[in-house]
């Protein structure tokens, strides 16, 4: 059974710093990993996202802020935000590709204040 927990959300003032954490399980193979952000009444979109060939891509308003990184086993998804802005507040979700499937988990909150 696929299983992902995220983790290290929460309140931040504007310029602080958080690090997200995603726990996979389950998966044999993962072809990508990814963080996704939704903001409310808003569509939910890539931030961060690293492919099985190592390269990663960002959504252009965090290059430079937000870096993700794995362990090597991929069991461990995460996501460095510095420099936050009220704008980066949303639920946080990480997601890993197996072949052609999508698994999601339950989100985390992260909410900047100004």
């Known amino acids: 059974q696929v299983r992902l927990v995220e983790s290290g959300g929460g309140l931040v003032q504007a310029g602080g710093s958080l690090t997200l954490h995603c726990e996979v399980s389950?998966?044999?193979?993962?072809?990508?990993v990814g963080w996704y952000r939704q903001a409310p009444g808003k569509a939910r979109l890539l931030v961060a996202a690293i492919l099985s060939g190592g390269d990663e891509d960002y959504l252009d308003v965090v290059k430079g802020r937000f870096t993700i990184s794995r362990d090597k086993a991929w069991n461990t998804v995460s996501l460095q935000m510095n420099s936050l802005k009220p704008e980066d507040t949303g639920v946080y979700y990480c997601s890993v590709r197996e072949y052609s499937t999508d698994y999601w988990g339950q989100g985390t909150q992260v909410s900047v204040s100004t």
């Open positions: 389950g998966i044999s193979v993962a072809n990508a």
